[in-house]
């Protein structure tokens, strides 16, 4: 699944900062949501230093006077994160030469037409943008790109966690493979972000409680599921590269709890 955010739907449609602080916690909170879903992010970073979110303001001005600073932190480390957000002009696939249109506008040079010609030539079966909220985009969950005025292809939007929660479920089904909080066993770890490989490399250490353990690609940490918890008290085990101390642990959306610590648990590897 490849995601690119759209900076179209940037076009100065925020009246104040607080009203594009409302908007960007929207739309954290799609970014946030794909961290459980195996996916490559894709952005094209020097555009959100000219597209304006507020009058006079780019995204990024803006970003940097957002009050609260665990938002402004939280959205930054998305974007900055090279591990999960690739910029697509490094790998670039359609031609500058070429007329894309969409909602009769040019958008050749921009992610949606990168990802209409990554469509149309079959690179990628599922590809998604997500769009800042109350963008002239907020009416479409599909748009119509035209290619040359000879090709049409279609590519899904969302731009609110609402929207993406069904669009993963009417694309993969997604509940299927989600672990239930409701459940009296434990989660499998298809049902987990390990099964993220952006995220998470499987190893060949010894098992832990017959649980294969994941290392971290950003951190080196080694995860695990605590087998011996269910429901809303399943979580991860983290350790450090070496398994040598315990961090804590990290509920199943995989924010870690350092608070858990405990220095008498360590593993053999």
């Known amino acids: ?9 940037l076009h100065r449609q925020f009246a104040t900062q607080d009203d594009f602080e409302i908007a960007l916690r929207i739309f954290f909170q799609v970014v946030d949501r794909l961290r459980t879903v195996e996916h490559q992010f894709y952005q094209r970073s020097d555009l959100l230093h000219v597209y304006q979110a507020t009058r006079n303001k780019t995204f990024i001005a803006s970003l940097n006077g957002v009050k609260r600073k665990d938002l402004r932190i939280s959205v930054r480390n998305v974007l900055n994160n090279k591990l999960n957000v690739r910029d697509w002009t490094q790998e670039r696939v359609h031609s500058s030469e070429d ?3 969409c909602m009769q506008e040019l958008v050749t040079d921009t992610s949606i ?4 010609e990554r469509i149309l030539c079959g690179m990628t079966q599922h590809g998604l943008l997500i769009n800042l909220p109350e963008s002239r985009f907020a009416s479409e969950t599909s748009l119509t790109i035209d290619k040359n005025g ?6 899904d939007c969302v731009d609110h966690k609402e929207a993406l929660e069904r669009w993963l ?5 997604i509940s299927r493979r ?6 009296n066993t434990p989660p499998l770890d298809f049902q987990t972000i390990l099964r993220n490989s952006n995220r998470f490399d499987r190893t060949q250490l010894p098992r832990q409680g017959g649980r294969i353990l994941y290392r971290e690609k ?5 995860w695990y599921v605590d087998n011996l918890h269910v429901g809303n008290a399943a979580h991860f085990e983290v350790f450090d590269r070496n398994g040598r101390n315990h961090l804590g642990e990290a509920d199943l959306a995989g924010t870690l709890d350092h608070s858990k610590r405990d220095p008498n648990k ?3 590897v």
């Open 1 to 9: 699944m490849e995601v690119f955010i759209n900076e179209c739907s």
């Open 266 to 268: 360590r593993l053999n």
């Open 150 to 155: 000879d090709s049409l292809t279609n590519i």
């Open 169 to 173: 479920e009417e694309t993969f089904r």
């Open 178 to 183: 989600e672990y239930s909080v409701l459940s």
């Open 218 to 222: 950003s951190t080196g940490y080694i």
């Open 99 to 101: 007329i894309f249109l």
């Open 113 to 116: 037409a990168e990802l209409g």
